[in-house]
């Protein structure tokens, strides 16, 4: 797949398939740290998605410190969807969200061109995904304890292309 490097992290985009068991026991493990322990939310994060997911990887050295997943269109949305956006909190203030989510809108439309994009956001996050093009879609719905929105962001492509693609 496609593979890039901006900043000292190392980009890859990976079918399930193509994941390595160590990437992926990684990918668990920061998606745990962050949606489980420091969001205190106990739910099953190995939805049955993952199959059919990309995956974003991006790696600084051997740790895993940035990671999302794009879906195609029909699965679970009649959209295309990214989720799963996570960075690990030691790397926060970096921008590796902004620059994890324009990689992602990036993929998408690419890999499913005319398709729109659709998140389900944590509520808090709106502002954020907005200034990325998504607008809210829906009222708020509670998942797992945590106020989330629909969002929809069109396919065209995001204004800067990400880092090093």
């Known amino acids: 797949m496609e593979n890039s490097s901006h900043n000292g992290v190392r980009w ?6 193509s994941l390595s068991p160590a990437a992926l026991y990684a990918l668990l493990r920061l998606r745990s740290e962050i949606f489980v322990v420091e969001q205190d939310c106990a739910f099953l994060d190995p939805d049955g998605l993952d199959q059919d997911a990309f995956h974003c990887l991006g790696w600084e050295g051997d740790a895993l410190i940035a990671y999302q997943r794009c879906l195609p269109p029909g699965i679970p949305y009649a959209e295309s969807s ?3 956006i996570v960075v690990d909190p030691r790397q926060r203030g970096r921008d590796l969200g902004r620059e994890l989510v324009v990689r992602g809108i990036a993929f998408n ?3 499913w061109p005319g398709h729109p994009i659709r998140i389900g956001a944590q509520a808090r996050l709106t502002r954020f995904y907005a200034s990325l093009g998504f607008v809210v879609d829906g009222d708020m719905y509670m998942e797992d ?3 989330h929105v629909n969002m929809l962001r069109e396919t065209s492509p995001p204004e800067t292309s990400p880092p090093g693609n």
Request: charged letters at 40%.
């Open 12 to 17: 890859e985009w990976l079918a399930f398939d």
């Open 82 to 84: 990214i989720g799963r």
């Open 109 to 111: 439309a690419r890999r």
């Open 145 to 147: 304890g945590i106020e």
